[in-house]
């Protein structure tokens, strides 16, 4: 168990809608990362954050795509207006605290399906 | 920038046999972390084992363990006894040393491991 969850597992839409990925660890981090997974670009990190602030998100495809961690407790990643390239699952992932922190655990993942 | 390459797209092994799945990588720091997950069919990423490239002990997490050569920059994974339930894509990834727990994963194409019964 990662100690992550995440919602929806799975998200059907149309294109030009806005969908909004959820991603909460069990208990409080202040760093998280989202990555995106993708038959043609595999695995790829998107953003993460560290003490609920972004610190890197060169990863971000574009400006259609936004993400936020108001508390150490959630995370968003919003895509708006959803294209069908945006087609893939999405996965958040948190550092484990203590000597372990280096690495990072996964949730289960959103499925993402744009139409 | 660092890479990961899985050179093996697909690997076949019977079961109770051991296999080994290979991966290189590009760096030119020198200290890092290496990590294979491990992704079945239900897509979870799972964690199998990880390197800290300052320990020159081959890390070993019951069947599975690594030959890790740095100067080579490879870091290959070692299946013992292989299971059904090892069947999976598997992903080596690195990770830097630098961030303090804040830098992101970089991961390979990723191996399909099947088990024949």
């Known amino acids: 168990d990662a100690g992550v969850i995440q919602s929806p597992r799975h998200e059907v839409t149309e294109m030009g809608q806005e969908v909004t990925l959820r991603c909460k660890p069990i208990?409080?981090?202040?760093?998280l990362f989202w990555y995106r997974q993708t038959m043609m670009r595999g695995l790829e990190l998107l953003i993460y954050?560290?003490?609920?602030?972004?610190?890197?998100d060169s990863g971000m495809p574009e400006d259609r795509f936004s993400a936020k961690m108001p508390n150490a407790s959630f995370s968003t990643l919003k895509i708006q207006p959803s294209e069908p390239r945006d087609s893939a699952v999405y996965f958040c992932?948190?550092?484990?605290?203590?000597?372990?922190?280096?690495?990072?655990?996964f949730g289960p993942g959103t499925r993402l399906t744009v139409l | 920038a660092q890479t990961v390459t899985q050179s093996q797209p697909e690997m076949s092994v019977q079961e109770a046999e051991t296999v080994t799945l290979s991966c290189t990588y590009d760096?030119?720091?020198?200290?890092?972390?290496l990590f294979w997950y491990k992704q079945p069919p239900s897509r979870q990423m799972i964690l199998v084992i990880r390197q800290e490239a300052y320990k020159q002990q081959n890390a070993t997490e019951n069947r599975f363990s690594v030959n890790f050569q740095k100067a080579a920059k490879s870091f290959s994974l070692k299946i013992s006894d292989s299971q059904l339930g090892d069947a999976a894509m598997y992903f080596c990834a690195y990770r830097s040393m630098t961030g303090g727990g804040a830098d992101g994963l970089t991961f390979g194409k990723g191996t399909h491991l099947i088990i024949q019964p």
């Open positions: 992932a948190i550092p484990r605290g203590g000597r372990r922190s280096d690495t990072q655990y």
């Open positions: 760096t030119s720091e020198s200290d890092y972390y």
């Open positions: 208990s409080g981090h202040n760093s």
């Open positions: 954050f560290n003490n609920n602030v972004p610190i890197d």
